[in-house]
């Protein structure tokens, strides 16, 4: 038994092409596409670099975290690996929401205090 061969629609290849082609124009518009032009494909927190071939992991983060406000000069954009954009948005909504006190820099402060009660403790054992 011989299975026969097909070649393959030329017209649905070349529309393939074609869709291609415009869907990455089109995405280049965008502000992720203008943004990969202006910037150097470096996160901008850890330094790491990006390929083509991991380019998917690099994100661009708005810093007035208004997904609105994409001015063509990329003044409200910086480019983030996945890991430092979450980190980024984590703090944003602790502050936001009043969930962590945190002092200049951004570092939470500790609530607890594993040593509150140790001078008692240690007074107790004379």
């Known amino acids: 038994m ?3 061969k ?3 629609d030329k017209e649905k290849l070349n529309q ?3 869709d291609a082609r415009r869907n990455q124009e089109l995405r280049e518009q965008s502000y992720r ?3 990969l032009k202006l910037y150097p494909w470096i996160c901008g927190r850890c330094a790491r670099e990006f390929t083509h071939k991991n380019l998917t992991e690099l994100t661009v983060h708005h810093k007035n975290h208004n997904h609105d ?3 063509s000069d990329g003044s409200n954009w910086e480019l983030l690996c996945l890991y430092c954009h979450d980190n980024e948005h984590s703090r944003y909504e602790e502050t936001r929401f009043g969930n962590s006190p945190t ?3 951004g570092a939470s402060l500790a609530t607890h205090n594993p040593f ?3 001078k008692n403790l240690l007074g107790s054992k004379k």
């Open 116 to 118: 509150a009660d140790l």
């Open 2 to 4: 011989t299975l026969k």
């Open 16 to 18: 393939i092409v074609t």
């Open 69 to 71: 406000d994409n001015p």
């Open 6 to 8: 097909t070649q393959p």
């Open 103 to 105: 002092i200049r820099g």
């Open 33 to 35: 596409g203008q943004a």
